[in-house]
């Protein structure tokens, strides 16, 4: 729609004496009554589309009155809650001016002058105040300890333990029953708990006396073995191993029953012969075992008996690293073994001791 420059036509649109730029009326029917924004989409070929969106208000910002706004006009101001005949110019009037204000004297106003204020308490009025301690300000004040005072811990009328000057006579268990008196003045230091111990004729003294220094390592004299219980013995452990093993001692003739197989100490076939009985075990039988593999075992638990119901045991065995063993017996013949070891099964052996 055509349209004047400079007027407003409803939906007119027109280029302005500047080259670009267009004059558009919005529509009567965009902003009809009860309208509370209006959109508008500007496209044309060859330029990039425009889309506008006006929020509608029903005032008008021009007027300087009242907006253009009728209930801010007449009884206005009663309406907005102020009382009935009040009058905005008249309290607008009322107000201070700069002056009145920076003189306090705002025209009707109740307010309180500072020089109504009461005066400052006197002495008087503070002792009312305190009638109930029992004291006076000034008592107070006074028993406030000083700088020099306090710094000192000296404090005025003060009751206080000293523990450079007062001591403890004794201490009370909170529950009354249990009284610890005539502590010490003070814990006993480890040098006089070590003199204590150390003294002449005291228990820690005597065992003191009974060692001696051995390259660092205390040790028991010489004389305090031999005063021992029992005959006493000796300082020096070879010497009582060599005093086992001279001719004709116990040791010595034990020493003679054993031999040893494989790592292994058992008792000689003469100490057998020996035995009491005339010699029983004068039948004997030895081998190895091994896993079926040529691989010998060690520890085999062998049981020699008469009978396959192993009623009758005459000797046991167990075989060394080398996994040989000799079982005997007072009878020769038919003889069966019985042999044990963890992980294996083992088959019943006859055999034939001689």
């Not at 529509?27 to 060859?46: H, I, R, W």
């Not at 062998?302 to 075989?319: E, K, L, P, R, S």
Request: hydrophobic letters at 45%; a negative charge.
């Amino acid at each position: 729609m055509t349209a004047t420059k400079g007027a407003y036509t409803s939906g007119g649109f027109i280029e302005t004496d500047i080259a670009g730029l267009y004059q558009f009326g919005i529509p009567n029917g965009a902003l009809a009554t009860g309208a509370k924004a209006v959109t508008l989409t500007f496209s044309c070929t060859g330029a990039i589309d425009v889309v506008k969106r006006i929020v509608l208000i029903g005032a008008d910002l021009r007027n300087a009155n009242s907006l253009g706004l009728a209930y801010l006009t007449g009884d206005a101001f009663a309406r907005l809650g102020a009382p009935a005949g009040a009058s905005v110019s008249a309290d607008i009037a009322d107000l201070p001016t700069v002056t009145e204000f920076n003189a306090r004297t705002l025209a009707a106003a109740d307010y309180t002058v500072v020089s109504d204020l009461p005066a400052a308490p006197d002495n008087a009025s503070i002792t009312a105040i305190l009638e109930d301690t029992g004291t006076t300000l000034d008592a107070l004040i006074k028993d406030v300890p000083t700088v020099a005072e306090f710094e000192a811990r000296t404090l005025v009328a003060a009751s206080y333990f000293d523990p450079a000057a007062d001591t403890v006579a004794r201490v009370t268990l909170v529950d009354t029953v249990t009284t610890l008196a005539n502590m010490p003045a003070a814990a006993p230091s480890a040098a006089d708990i070590k003199t204590e111990l150390e003294a002449d004729g005291s228990k820690l003294d005597h065992l003191w006396e009974m060692t001696e220094d051995d390259l660092g390592t205390r040790r028991l004299t010489a004389n305090a073995l031999e005063q021992a219980p029992a005959g006493g013995g000796t300082s020096d452990l070879d010497e009582l191993i060599a005093s086992h093993d001279t001719e004709d001692t116990l040791g010595n003739v034990l020493n003679d029953l054993v031999e040893e197989i494989g790592g292994l100490y058992r008792l000689t076939t003469a100490a057998l012969a020996m035995a009491p009985g005339g010699g029983a075990t004068t039948y004997s039988y030895s081998n190895t075992i091994d896993d079926g593999s040529g691989n010998m075992l060690n520890g085999v638990f062998i049981q020699c008996a008469t009978d396959t119901g192993f009623t009758n045991i005459v000797n046991t065995a167990t075989t060394n690293a080398l996994g040989a063993f000799t079982v005997y017996s007072d009878v020769a013949g038919t003889h069966y073994l019985r042999l044990q070891l963890a992980g294996y099964t083992f088959a019943i052996q006859t055999v034939t001791l001689a």
